[in-house]
């Protein structure tokens, strides 16, 4: 069996695992590092979010 460029199936069928092994891979690395920027993004807020409320209350 062929695909519609008359490739064998089983060479469409390994590059499509392949690719997508490599995608599931990149998106674990992306949400690895979205992750890490959240945490890091949620910590400074955290942090400013006092700050922000004495200088209201000072007012």
Do not use: C, N
Request: charged share 35%.
């Amino acid at each position: 069996m062929s695909d519609s460029r008359r490739e064998p199936l089983d060479d469409v069928l390994q590059r499509f695992t392949e690719s997508s092994d490599a995608a599931k891979d990149l998106a674990g690395a992306l949400h690895g590092r979205l992750s890490k920027a959240y945490s890091a993004i949620g910590h400074v807020a955290y942090k400013e979010e006092p700050v922000e409320r004495e200088s209201a209350a000072g007012r």
